[in-house]
T-cell receptor, first 115, second 115 residues
Framework: LAKTTQPISMDSYEGQEVNITCSHNNIATNDYITWYQQFPSQGPRFIIQGYKTKVTNEVASLFIPADRKSSTLSLPRVSLSDTAVYYCLVGDIDWFSGGYNKLIFGAGTRLAVHP | DAGVIQSPRHEVTEMGQEVTLRCKPISGHDYLFWYRQTMMRGLELLIYFNNNVPIDDSGMPEDRFSAKMPNASFSTLKIQPSEPRDSAVYFC?????????????FGEGSRLTVL
C-alpha cells in the first residue's frame, strides 16, 4: 500500500498562499493522488485529483513532480473558512477491479487560518 | 441532488443497547461505504458495497457490527450490543461506478455516544 506522510498541522493568515506537501515514496504506476478537505462536524469533501504534472480547479492547484514521490496542494489566498483538515490519499481509482482497497485516509494536516 | 443522507445525526444510548444507523446514497451511485472516525484512529473504512453486494468487510471491528444494503437506495449499519468504545462518528459515502476521479461523496455523519 502506498503510505503517505504529511505535516500534522500548519498555521497561516488570511490572504496568504498555503502549500501542503505529501510524501508517497512507494506510489505505484496506476495510483492517483487525491486530496480531501474536512470541516468540523462534516464528512470529507473531494478537492482535487491528479496523476502527474499540474492540475488546477476553482478551489486549488495540485503539483506533482516527475518522479511522483510527492505532491503539493496549493490553496491560493486562504480565508478563515479554509480552516480544516486536509487529507492526501494515494491509490488506484479503478474500484471495479478492487483498486479502492488501496485508498486509506491518514491523519491529515490540520490547517488553521488566522485573521 | 440531495447528497448522501444519514440518520440519525446524533444518537445517545446505553451500553448493551442495539444501534441502527441509516444511509441513503446518491441516486445512481453503485458503491457505498461505511466509515468510522475517532480522534485516536482517524477515518477507518468498515465495509463497502458494490451494487448492493458487500465487497470487503475486513474493517468491521467484530461480530457485533453488521451492515446490509437491501436495495440501491438504502443501507444500515447495526451494532448489537453496543459498547462505550463504539462511540464515534459514523460516515456513509457513495460513489459512481464509472472510472473517473473515484470521488467519494460523504454524508454529514451520525455521531454515536454509548454510555
Amino acid at each position: 500500500l502506498a503510505k503517505t506522510t504529511q505535516p500534522i498541522s500548519m498555521d497561516s493568515y488570511e490572504g496568504q498562499e498555503v502549500n501542503i506537501t505529501c510524501s508517497h515514496n512507494n506510489i505505484a504506476t496506476n495510483d492517483y493522488i487525491t486530496w480531501y478537505q474536512q470541516f468540523p462536524s462534516q464528512g470529507p469533501r473531494f478537492i482535487i485529483q491528479g496523476y502527474k504534472t499540474k492540475v488546477t480547479n476553482e478551489v486549488a492547484s495540485l503539483f506533482i513532480p516527475a518522479d511522483r514521490k510527492s505532491s503539493t496542494l496549493s490553496l491560493p489566498r486562504v480565508s478563515l473558512s479554509d480552516t480544516a483538515v486536509y487529507y492526501c490519499l494515494v491509490g488506484d481509482i479503478d474500484w471495479f477491479s478492487g483498486g479502492y482497497n488501496k485508498l486509506i485516509f491518514g491523519a491529515g494536516t490540520r490547517l488553521a487560518v488566522h485573521p | 441532488d440531495a447528497g448522501v443522507i444519514q440518520s440519525p445525526r446524533h444518537e445517545v444510548t446505553e451500553m448493551g443497547q442495539e444501534v441502527t444507523l441509516r444511509c441513503k446514497p446518491i441516486s445512481g451511485h453503485d458503491y457505498l461505504f461505511w466509515y468510522r472516525q475517532t480522534m485516536m484512529r482517524g477515518l477507518e473504512l468498515l465495509i463497502y458495497f458494490n451494487n448492493n453486494v458487500p465487497i470487503d468487510d475486513s474493517g468491521m471491528p467484530e461480530d457485533r457490527f453488521s451492515a446490509k444494503m437491501p436495495n440501491a437506495s438504502f443501507s444500515t449499519l447495526k451494532i448489537q450490543p453496543s459498547e462505550p468504545r463504539d462511540s464515534a462518528v459514523y460516515f456513509c459515502a457513495s460513489s459512481p461506478r464509472d472510472r473517473g476521479t473515484g470521488e467519494l461523496f460523504f454524508g454529514e455523519g451520525s455521531r454515536l455516544t454509548v454510555l
